[in-house]
């Protein structure tokens, strides 16, 4: 079974708040072949978190070579039925009208399609950056608590919150 690293923390959490207390102290007992087996896990997951994140990247750089090529066409098309036109003297003007309007729309839909690809490339990017951060700073909480000694137990317990969208930049 896959694990995400959130709940591969959860787990490492689980094995804390389950330690036997040591006596006549606030430390506990844990089982460290059961948080090595986390933390391995762990190893092994957030490598594919980053690789998931470098495949959005991928798509995304995909996503605008593709526009510019379909621009590209757009635009030679454009001026292949301009040069069209232009060999018509008689309609030498619209010729000319037509085909900037042309190159204009592809030109605009180019920027559009490179404009929204990059949006959400970054928004996507965020969040799986805020996802990140959140994980780390979790993890040097859960490494924190457990290197001061100091028991989980203690403390109240939240339940794991859903994942936020992330913010939308202004």
């Given amino acids: 079974m896959e694990y995400s690293l ?28 059961e948080i090595d ?13 980053i690789q998931q994140a470098q495949n ?3 798509d995304k750089n995909r996503i605008i070579s593709d526009a510019k090529k379909e621009a590209e066409e757009i635009i030679r098309k454009a001026e ?35 404009s929204s690809t990059q949006d959400f490339t970054d928004k996507m990017l965020s969040r799986v950056e805020e996802l990140m951060v ?3 700073n979790e993890l040097r909480i859960l490494r924190k608590t457990l290197s001061s000694g100091t028991e989980l137990q203690q403390k109240p317990q939240q339940p794991p919150q859903q994942a936020q969208q992330p913010q939308q930049k202004k």
């Avoid at 709940?7 to 708040?17: C, F, W």
């Avoid at 018509?88 to 190159?103: D, F, V």
């Fill in 56 to 58: 959005i990247v991928a």
């Fill in 134 to 136: 959140k994980d780390v």
């Fill in 6 to 33: 959130l709940d591969l923390i959860s787990m490492l959490d689980e094995v804390v708040r389950k330690a036997a207390p040591f006596p006549f102290g606030k430390k506990s007992l844990v089982d460290a072949s």
């Fill in 37 to 49: 087996e986390i933390a391995t896990e762990m190893r092994l997951v957030l490598p594919r978190e």
């Fill in 80 to 114: 292949q039925q301009r040069s069209a036109l232009i060999d018509q003297n008689s309609i030498l003007q619209e010729a000319r009208r037509r085909a900037t309007e042309e190159i204009g729309a592809a030109q605009k839909r180019s920027a559009l399609i490179r």
